[in-house]
């Protein structure tokens, strides 16, 4: 099992976890919108540590992306491996095909 597979299994877990005894619980207990707000933040902050081309801070902003994603995907029932399901869908297509097959493209 990979850190990142690790990391979602507690994430999920979490869900049901106090919120007054984990950061993860009480983002949870928030509700989606706030969940996909800090994703949001996170985001951002990632993105000025690609700009300014910092490798150490973009590689802890792109961490800190990842467990958000998977908290704002857990706040609305989607797994990794449901996250990984479509990945594996799309494999062996065109980027731009793909996007082109998308409702309203």
Same mark, same amino acid.
């Given at each position: 099992?990979?850190?990142?597979?690790?990391?979602?299994?507690?994430?999920?877990?979490?869900?049901?976890?106090?919120?007054?005894?984990?950061?993860?619980?009480?983002?949870?207990?928030?509700?989606?919108?706030?969940? /996909?707000?800090?994703?949001?933040? !996170?985001? *951002? =902050? #990632?993105?000025?540590?690609?700009?300014? &081309?910092?490798?150490?801070?973009?590689?802890?902003?792109?961490?800190?992306?990842?467990?958000?994603?998977?908290?704002?995907?857990? /706040?609305?029932?989607?797994?990794? !491996?449901? *996250? =990984? #399901?479509?990945?594996?869908?799309?494999? &062996?297509?065109?980027?731009?095909?793909?996007?082109?097959?998308?409702?309203?493209?």
């Amino acid at each position: 099992m990979t850190a990142l597979h690790r990391l979602a299994a507690t994430v999920l877990d979490r869900k049901t976890a106090d919120p007054d005894s984990s950061w993860t619980a009480r983002l949870l207990a928030k509700g989606p919108e706030k969940c /996909a707000e800090k994703f949001g933040e !996170e985001a *951002v =902050e #990632a993105i000025i540590e690609a700009v300014k &081309g910092d490798r150490a801070r973009l590689t802890a902003e792109a961490a800190d992306v990842m467990f958000h994603l998977l908290v704002m995907l857990a /706040a609305r029932d989607i797994t990794l !491996e449901d *996250v =990984e #399901a479509e990945l594996t869908r799309r494999e &062996g297509t065109s980027g731009l095909a793909e996007k082109a097959a998308r409702p309203g493209a």
